[in-house]
Protein backbone atom coordinates (compact mmCIF):
# COMPACT_ATOMS: atom_id res chain seq x y z
CA UNK A 1 0.00 0.00 0.00
CA UNK A 2 1.06 3.03 -1.42
CA UNK A 3 1.28 6.39 0.29
CA UNK A 4 -2.57 7.77 0.00
CA UNK A 5 -3.19 10.72 -1.44
CA UNK A 6 -6.48 12.62 -0.22
CA UNK A 7 -7.55 15.44 -2.79
CA UNK A 8 -8.21 17.85 -0.85
CA UNK A 9 -9.09 20.26 -3.34
CA UNK A 10 -12.07 17.66 -4.88
CA UNK A 11 -15.46 16.97 -3.42
CA UNK A 12 -15.90 18.66 -0.24
CA UNK A 13 -12.87 19.82 1.61
CA UNK A 14 -13.01 19.12 5.92
CA UNK A 15 -12.33 22.73 7.29
CA UNK A 16 -11.35 24.14 10.43
CA UNK A 17 -15.43 24.06 11.21
CA UNK A 18 -15.50 20.43 11.35
CA UNK A 19 -12.47 20.44 14.12
CA UNK A 20 -14.58 21.77 17.34
CA UNK A 21 -12.33 23.09 20.13
CA UNK A 22 -8.89 23.25 19.61
CA UNK A 23 -8.99 27.20 19.19
CA UNK A 24 -4.99 27.60 20.32
CA UNK A 25 -4.26 24.71 17.77
CA UNK A 26 -6.03 26.52 14.78
CA UNK A 27 -4.40 29.60 15.78
CA UNK A 28 -1.00 28.06 15.44
CA UNK A 29 -1.76 26.24 12.26
CA UNK A 30 -3.38 29.19 10.24
CA UNK A 31 0.11 30.51 9.37
CA UNK A 32 0.88 27.05 7.68
CA UNK A 33 -2.53 27.64 5.72
CA UNK A 34 -1.64 31.16 4.31
CA UNK A 35 1.52 30.02 3.85
CA UNK A 36 0.33 26.87 1.64
CA UNK A 37 -2.00 29.32 -0.36
CA UNK A 38 0.62 31.77 -1.38
CA UNK A 39 4.23 29.90 -0.52
CA UNK A 40 5.81 33.50 -2.38
CA UNK A 41 4.75 36.05 -0.20
CA UNK A 42 6.23 34.05 2.48
CA UNK A 43 9.70 33.34 0.79
CA UNK A 44 10.18 36.80 -0.51
CA UNK A 45 10.45 38.58 2.61
CA UNK A 46 13.19 36.01 3.63
CA UNK A 47 11.05 34.31 6.57
CA UNK A 48 11.64 30.74 6.92
CA UNK A 49 8.32 28.48 7.74
CA UNK A 50 8.72 25.53 10.10
CA UNK A 51 9.52 22.16 7.71
CA UNK A 52 8.01 20.11 10.32
CA UNK A 53 4.76 21.05 12.89
CA UNK A 54 4.42 18.17 15.61
CA UNK A 55 0.94 17.52 17.17
CA UNK A 56 1.19 15.44 20.45
CA UNK A 57 -1.68 14.61 22.23
CA UNK A 58 -3.56 10.98 23.55
CA UNK A 59 -5.00 8.88 20.35
CA UNK A 60 -8.53 10.23 19.42
CA UNK A 61 -8.34 14.22 19.88
CA UNK A 62 -8.17 15.27 16.39
CA UNK A 63 -4.91 15.41 15.21
CA UNK A 64 -5.61 14.02 11.60
CA UNK A 65 -8.55 16.03 11.54
CA UNK A 66 -6.65 19.11 12.33
CA UNK A 67 -4.08 17.86 9.57
CA UNK A 68 -6.93 17.26 6.75
CA UNK A 69 -8.85 20.56 7.61
CA UNK A 70 -4.96 22.70 7.41
CA UNK A 71 -5.02 21.17 3.74
CA UNK A 72 -8.85 21.73 3.31
CA UNK A 73 -8.46 25.33 4.14
CA UNK A 74 -5.64 26.04 2.24
CA UNK A 75 -6.82 23.97 -0.84
CA UNK A 76 -4.03 21.51 -1.42
CA UNK A 77 -3.37 18.03 -2.25
CA UNK A 78 -2.78 15.77 1.91
CA UNK A 79 -0.62 12.76 1.41
CA UNK A 80 -0.59 10.44 4.46
CA UNK A 81 0.74 7.55 5.72
CA UNK A 82 1.38 5.59 9.00
CA UNK A 83 4.08 5.24 10.70
CA UNK A 84 2.98 1.81 11.67
CA UNK A 85 2.85 1.03 7.92
CA UNK A 86 7.00 0.60 8.13
CA UNK A 87 6.93 -1.63 11.09
CA UNK A 88 7.52 -5.42 9.95
CA UNK A 89 8.85 -4.48 6.49
CA UNK A 90 11.22 -5.61 3.91
CA UNK A 91 14.66 -4.45 4.14
CA UNK A 92 14.90 -1.34 2.04
CA UNK A 93 10.51 -1.12 1.51
CA UNK A 94 10.56 1.47 4.28
CA UNK A 95 13.36 3.98 2.82
CA UNK A 96 12.08 3.36 -0.74
CA UNK A 97 8.45 4.51 0.52
CA UNK A 98 9.89 7.40 2.10
CA UNK A 99 11.25 8.34 -0.65
CA UNK A 100 8.64 7.89 -2.90
CA UNK A 101 6.72 9.96 -0.49
CA UNK A 102 8.74 12.76 -1.05
CA UNK A 103 9.21 12.71 -4.32
CA UNK A 104 5.32 12.52 -5.52
CA UNK A 105 4.68 15.19 -2.59
CA UNK A 106 7.37 17.72 -4.52
CA UNK A 107 5.39 17.01 -7.36
CA UNK A 108 2.01 18.47 -6.08
CA UNK A 109 3.67 21.11 -4.35
CA UNK A 110 2.12 22.98 -2.59
CA UNK A 111 0.83 20.27 -0.25
CA UNK A 112 1.32 18.45 3.47
CA UNK A 113 2.62 15.33 3.89
CA UNK A 114 1.07 13.95 6.99
CA UNK A 115 2.53 10.85 8.67
CA UNK A 116 0.61 9.02 11.97
CA UNK A 117 1.85 7.92 14.32
CA UNK A 118 5.26 8.79 13.89
CA UNK A 119 6.92 7.00 16.96
CA UNK A 120 6.40 3.79 15.66
CA UNK A 121 9.31 4.58 13.02
CA UNK A 122 11.02 7.68 14.49
CA UNK A 123 11.65 5.93 18.42
CA UNK A 124 14.93 6.70 19.30
CA UNK A 125 17.53 4.94 17.77
CA UNK A 126 19.22 2.14 19.30
CA UNK A 127 16.77 1.72 22.59
CA UNK A 128 14.57 -0.82 20.78
CA UNK A 129 17.76 -3.24 19.71
CA UNK A 130 17.37 -5.84 22.26
CA UNK A 131 13.92 -6.39 20.52
CA UNK A 132 15.69 -7.45 17.14
CA UNK A 133 14.85 -6.39 13.86
CA UNK A 134 14.89 -2.83 14.50
CA UNK A 135 17.75 -2.03 11.58
CA UNK A 136 15.16 -1.89 9.25
CA UNK A 137 13.23 1.04 11.01
CA UNK A 138 15.91 3.02 11.42
CA UNK A 139 17.03 2.95 7.50
CA UNK A 140 13.65 4.23 7.39
CA UNK A 141 14.24 6.76 9.97
CA UNK A 142 17.67 7.76 8.25
CA UNK A 143 15.84 8.26 5.17
CA UNK A 144 13.20 10.23 6.78
CA UNK A 145 16.05 12.61 8.25
CA UNK A 146 17.13 13.00 4.88
CA UNK A 147 14.56 13.42 2.95
CA UNK A 148 13.73 16.39 5.54
CA UNK A 149 17.19 17.91 5.39
CA UNK A 150 16.81 17.77 1.75
CA UNK A 151 13.72 20.10 0.98
CA UNK A 152 13.42 23.84 2.07
CA UNK A 153 9.74 24.93 2.42
CA UNK A 154 10.26 27.29 -0.32
CA UNK A 155 9.05 23.82 -2.35
CA UNK A 156 6.08 24.42 -0.74
CA UNK A 157 5.89 21.15 0.81
CA UNK A 158 4.93 20.96 4.78
CA UNK A 159 5.57 17.94 6.56
CA UNK A 160 3.22 16.93 9.89
CA UNK A 161 3.11 14.06 11.65
CA UNK A 162 1.20 13.01 14.57
CA UNK A 163 2.45 11.24 17.68
CA UNK A 164 1.13 10.31 22.18
CA UNK A 165 4.31 9.11 22.38
CA UNK A 166 6.50 12.64 22.15
CA UNK A 167 9.29 11.30 25.01
CA UNK A 168 10.15 7.79 22.75
CA UNK A 169 11.14 10.27 20.04
CA UNK A 170 14.39 10.61 18.22
CA UNK A 171 15.55 13.56 19.53
CA UNK A 172 17.32 14.48 15.71
CA UNK A 173 13.88 14.56 14.85
CA UNK A 174 13.17 17.30 17.14
CA UNK A 175 16.22 19.22 16.23
CA UNK A 176 15.43 22.84 14.46
CA UNK A 177 14.71 22.46 10.93
CA UNK A 178 12.99 19.38 11.20
CA UNK A 179 9.73 19.25 13.79
CA UNK A 180 10.58 22.15 15.03
CA UNK A 181 7.39 23.08 16.22
CA UNK A 182 5.05 20.72 18.75
CA UNK A 183 1.51 21.81 18.89
CA UNK A 184 -0.74 20.31 22.23
CA UNK A 185 -3.65 18.64 20.65
CA UNK A 186 -5.25 17.49 24.37
CA UNK A 187 -8.56 15.93 24.94
CA UNK A 188 -11.11 18.75 25.34
CA UNK A 189 -12.60 20.29 28.79
CA UNK A 190 -16.49 20.73 29.07
CA UNK A 191 -16.77 23.38 26.54
CA UNK A 192 -14.93 21.55 24.20
CA UNK A 193 -17.22 18.33 24.53
CA UNK A 194 -20.40 20.35 23.48
CA UNK A 195 -18.70 21.72 20.51
CA UNK A 196 -17.91 18.63 19.82
CA UNK A 197 -21.20 17.17 20.43
CA UNK A 198 -22.66 20.11 18.04
CA UNK A 199 -20.18 19.12 15.10
CA UNK A 200 -21.55 15.25 15.20
CA UNK A 201 -25.04 16.10 15.78
CA UNK A 202 -24.97 18.64 12.84
CA UNK A 203 -26.57 15.91 10.40
CA UNK A 204 -28.41 13.97 13.10
CA UNK A 205 -32.47 14.14 13.36
CA UNK A 206 -32.68 14.94 17.23
CA UNK A 207 -35.79 15.29 19.68
CA UNK A 208 -36.15 19.24 20.95
CA UNK A 209 -34.68 17.58 24.67
CA UNK A 210 -31.00 16.89 23.58
CA UNK A 211 -29.16 19.14 25.63
CA UNK A 212 -25.32 19.28 23.98
CA UNK A 213 -24.14 21.08 27.45
CA UNK A 214 -25.46 18.00 29.63
CA UNK A 215 -24.28 15.63 27.44
CA UNK A 216 -20.59 16.87 28.07
CA UNK A 217 -21.12 17.01 31.24
CA UNK A 218 -21.67 13.50 31.02
CA UNK A 219 -18.37 12.17 28.87
CA UNK A 220 -15.33 13.63 31.35
CA UNK A 221 -12.47 12.23 29.77
CA UNK A 222 -13.93 11.35 26.29
CA UNK A 223 -11.84 12.42 22.98
CA UNK A 224 -13.30 13.53 19.72
CA UNK A 225 -13.09 9.92 18.64
CA UNK A 226 -15.65 8.60 21.59
CA UNK A 227 -17.73 11.64 20.88
CA UNK A 228 -18.33 11.10 17.65
CA UNK A 229 -18.78 7.45 18.24
CA UNK A 230 -21.33 7.94 20.59
CA UNK A 231 -24.04 10.18 18.44
CA UNK A 232 -23.54 7.52 15.82
CA UNK A 233 -24.70 4.72 17.84
CA UNK A 234 -27.17 7.02 19.76
CA UNK A 235 -28.54 7.34 16.15
CA UNK A 236 -28.44 3.76 15.19
CA UNK A 237 -30.11 2.90 18.62
CA UNK A 238 -32.83 5.29 17.73
CA UNK A 239 -33.46 3.92 14.54
CA UNK A 240 -33.56 0.06 15.72
CA UNK A 241 -36.31 1.36 18.13
CA UNK A 242 -38.25 2.88 14.93
CA UNK A 243 -37.71 6.29 16.34
CA UNK A 244 -38.42 9.35 14.24
CA UNK A 245 -35.41 11.41 16.34
CA UNK A 246 -32.67 11.07 18.24
CA UNK A 247 -33.33 11.11 21.88
CA UNK A 248 -31.82 12.15 25.17
CA UNK A 249 -32.26 9.00 26.20
CA UNK A 250 -30.22 7.36 23.06
CA UNK A 251 -27.48 9.40 23.97
CA UNK A 252 -27.15 8.32 27.46
CA UNK A 253 -27.61 4.65 26.35
CA UNK A 254 -24.83 5.00 23.97
CA UNK A 255 -22.53 6.89 26.65
CA UNK A 256 -22.67 3.46 28.35
CA UNK A 257 -22.20 1.42 25.68
CA UNK A 258 -19.18 3.17 24.88
CA UNK A 259 -17.77 3.14 28.99
CA UNK A 260 -18.03 -0.04 28.53
CA UNK A 261 -16.18 -0.38 25.57
CA UNK A 262 -13.33 1.47 26.97
CA UNK A 263 -13.21 0.07 30.13
CA UNK A 264 -12.78 -3.87 28.07
CA UNK A 265 -9.87 -2.35 25.95
CA UNK A 266 -8.08 -0.82 29.39
CA UNK A 267 -8.36 -4.52 30.90
CA UNK A 268 -7.28 -5.88 27.98
CA UNK A 269 -4.91 -3.92 27.21
CA UNK A 270 -1.43 -3.92 29.47
CA UNK A 271 -0.26 0.06 30.44
CA UNK A 272 2.67 -0.37 29.15
CA UNK A 273 1.97 -1.38 25.44
P1 LIG B 1 -5.03 8.89 16.59
O1 LIG B 1 -3.90 9.42 17.38
O2 LIG B 1 -5.71 7.70 17.21
O3 LIG B 1 -4.73 8.73 15.12
P2 LIG B 1 -6.25 11.42 16.13
O4 LIG B 1 -5.90 12.38 17.19
O5 LIG B 1 -5.56 11.54 14.82
O6 LIG B 1 -6.17 9.97 16.69
P3 LIG B 1 -8.60 11.71 14.59
O7 LIG B 1 -8.35 10.53 13.73
O8 LIG B 1 -8.34 13.03 14.03
O9 LIG B 1 -7.80 11.55 15.93
O10 LIG B 1 -10.07 11.68 15.18
C1 LIG B 1 -10.95 10.61 14.91
C2 LIG B 1 -12.34 11.13 14.68
O11 LIG B 1 -12.86 11.68 15.88
C3 LIG B 1 -12.41 12.26 13.67
O12 LIG B 1 -12.51 11.80 12.37
C4 LIG B 1 -13.65 13.00 14.12
O13 LIG B 1 -14.80 12.37 13.64
C5 LIG B 1 -13.63 12.84 15.63
N1 LIG B 1 -12.99 13.99 16.30
C6 LIG B 1 -11.86 13.96 17.04
N2 LIG B 1 -11.56 15.17 17.51
C7 LIG B 1 -12.51 16.01 17.05
C8 LIG B 1 -12.74 17.41 17.16
N3 LIG B 1 -11.94 18.21 17.87
N4 LIG B 1 -13.82 17.93 16.54
C9 LIG B 1 -14.64 17.14 15.81
N5 LIG B 1 -14.47 15.84 15.66
C10 LIG B 1 -13.43 15.25 16.26
Known sequence: NKATLFDQTEGAPITFEDVAGLDEAKEEVEEVVQFLKDPQRFTKLGGKLPKGVLLVGPPGTGKTLLAKAVAGEAGVPFFSLSGSDFVEMFVGVGAA???????????????????????????????????????ERENTLNQLLVEMDGFNTDKGV??????NRPDTLDSALLRPGRF??????????????????????????????????????????????????????????????????????????????????LEKKNKLISPDE
Open 180 to 261: DRQILIDRPDRRERAAIFRVHTENLTLSPDLDVELLAGQTPGFAGAEIANVCNEAALLAARDGKDAVEMIDFERAIDRVIGG
Open 97 to 135: RVRDLFKQAKEKAPCIIFIDEIDAVGRSRGRGAIMGGND
Open 158 to 163: ILMAAT
